[in-house]
């Protein structure tokens, strides 16, 4: 996107969510291994996340693996695993450069100690930039999150350092792992699916969605960045009507 292009950031979208669709069948349909477009996908990343401050996007989050994903085959989660791990130790050095702050969020108890040690390295890593704040989602799941966040609210109740009078919705978000990030404005969904898949299912009460045919491995910066655009024209009344 040209700079005289540049999304207004009053009007745009500060937070983006992205269900990262399709790279199986992006690989089958030309005869390679599911793998094939997982590695395909992970290349698209990079792209998205360079594309995030010419269009006016401070938070980007991305689902990667789901708590669900676990039930695929051994080969492909393995293969999953071992992308990430390579991702990691491969673009760490860009991430820091380019000033981008990076979280994971999701169970990490399920993940091998190496992939664990190295999300914990690059969390440490990236922590002091601002740039732009990449949120990858492994082993994620909506309810999940919500279970965990639940529980660890109970521990703070049963130990006495919460009355339960004082729980409200609020109360909770703090125990959320996104507690640090703002809720998403935008949510993306690519390969012409249209569900959101056990996804930030609370921080996207009020966030707005866009399902699009694309497959990841082909989506493109130019094509975020008119989603980003089409967001400005939306209105957001957040339960509300206006006078």
Same mark, same amino acid.
């Given at each position: 996107m040209a700079k005289d292009q540049e999304i207004d950031p009053s009007t745009g979208p500060n937070h983006v969510a @992205?269900?990262?669709?399709?790279?199986?069948?992006?690989?089958?349909a030309r005869g390679k291994p599911r793998l094939f477009?997982?590695?395909?996908?992970?290349?698209? @990343?990079?792209?998205? @996340?360079?594309?995030? !401050? !010419?269009?006016?996007?401070?938070?980007l989050?991305?689902?990667?693996?789901?708590?669900?994903?676990?039930?695929?085959?051994?080969?492909e989660v393995a293969g999953l695993m071992s992308l990430f791990r390579r991702y990691i130790e491969k673009e760490a050095k860009a991430l820091l450069k380019n000033g981008v702050r990076v979280r994971f969020i999701g169970d990490r108890m399920k993940l091998d100690d190496k992939l664990v040690s190295l999300m914990d390295e690059l969390e440490l890593l990236t922590s002091t930039n601002d740039e732009i704040h990449l949120t990858i989602a492994i082993n994620y799941g909506g309810r999940d999150e919500v279970a965990r966040a639940t529980k660890r609210l109970a521990?703070? @109740?049963?130990?006495?350092? =919460?009355?339960p009078k004082d729980v409200d919705a609020e109360t909770l978000a703090k125990f959320l792992d996104t507690y640090v990030l703002p809720d998403p404005d935008l949510v993306i969904r690519t390969s012409g699916e249209a569900r959101i898949s056990n996804f930030l299912l609370w921080q996207s009460a009020y966030s707005e969605y866009e399902f699009v045919d694309t497959l990841w491995p082909d989506f493109t910066a130019e094509e975020f960045?008119? =989603?980003?655009?089409?967001?400005?024209?939306r209105d957001r009344r957040f339960g509300a009507v206006k006078a």
């Open positions: @992205v269900i990262m669709d399709g790279n199986g069948r992006w690989a089958q477009g997982h590695h395909a996908g992970a290349k698209r @990343v990079r792209e998205i @996340v360079e594309a995030c !401050p !010419p269009n006016g996007v401070k938070y989050t991305i689902f990667a693996f789901s708590t669900e994903n676990w039930k695929r085959t051994q080969t521990h703070e @109740v049963a130990a006495g350092r =919460l009355d960045g008119k =989603l980003v655009g089409k967001f400005g024209a």
